[in-house]
């Protein structure tokens, strides 16, 4: 099992829906929780990041993180076109190793016109 | 601003060639990762830099694979006698700080296909 899981979708929705993207994780130590977005053949861009758990919002959207649970969630709202991407999750631990981000597989989001 | 830049975007390599990937990080950058991202999967991290010391090489795959950073700036991803598996997109990211590490600013990557 891998310490991120990611659903690799791929998810299609129609403009303006809201879009919900999920990560579970298995390693206790993570502390540092992030989403990045990748357009094809790009490299990753950080979207948000959150320290522990708690909600994060900013424009149209919204990070949650359930260290209880293991389970980490991004949504869109009014989703556009221009959303259509791979969503990746990231995470680090605290302390001496936290520079080494470890990815989930991404889920393919279409923002259908 | 000019983010990470990395060259050649496109390498095509036949086996048991050498290759060389360089990475140019944001200017005053003091951290510097190289990542290995297989087709469908996210980004592994493969090496760590900050300034010119090499602080992680737990995730380089093999002793083929070299890493270096000599004055601070640039960095070089070095694969000796390349094998079909180490066909990937090899990711570049720098950060401002020491800590914390989360805000790794990207490159575009260097796909690497060996035949």
């Known amino acids: 099992q891998k310490e991120v899981e990611q659903d690799p979708g791929p998810l299609s929705v129609p403009e303006g829906a809201i879009v919900s993207l999920n990560c579970t994780y298995s390693n206790s130590a993570f502390q540092y929780f992030m989403w990045y977005r990748q357009y094809s053949r790009k490299g990753p861009e950080l979207l948000m990041y959150t320290y522990s758990s708690g909600n994060k919002e900013d424009g149209r959207f919204t990070a949650q993180v359930d260290k209880s649970s293991k389970y980490i969630s991004l949504f869109i709202r009014d989703s556009q076109p221009s959303d259509s991407a791979t969503y990746l999750c990231a995470m680090s631990g605290s302390g001496g190793s936290n520079y080494k981000l470890t990815f989930g597989k991404g889920t393919l989001l279409t923002v259908n016109p | 601003g000019a983010g990470v830049s990395q060259s050649p975007r496109y390498k095509v390599a036949k086996r048991g060639q050498d290759v060389a990937l360089r990475c140019d990080p944001i200017?005053?950058?003091?951290?510097l990762f190289w990542y290995q991202q297989a087709l469908g999967q996210g980004p592994e991290f493969l090496t760590y830099f900050q300034n010119e010391a090499q602080l992680d090489k737990s995730g380089l795959p093999s002793d083929r694979f070299f890493a270096e950073r000599p004055e601070g700036s640039v960095s070089t991803l070095k694969i000796q006698r390349t094998q079909q598996e180490d066909s990937a997109v090899y990711l570049c990211?720098?950060?401002?700080?020491?800590?914390?590490?989360?805000?790794?600013?990207f490159g575009p990557g260097t796909r690497l296909t060996v035949l």
């Open positions: 990211a720098s950060s401002p700080r020491r800590e914390p590490y989360n805000e790794q600013f």
């Open positions: 200017s005053g950058h003091v951290s």
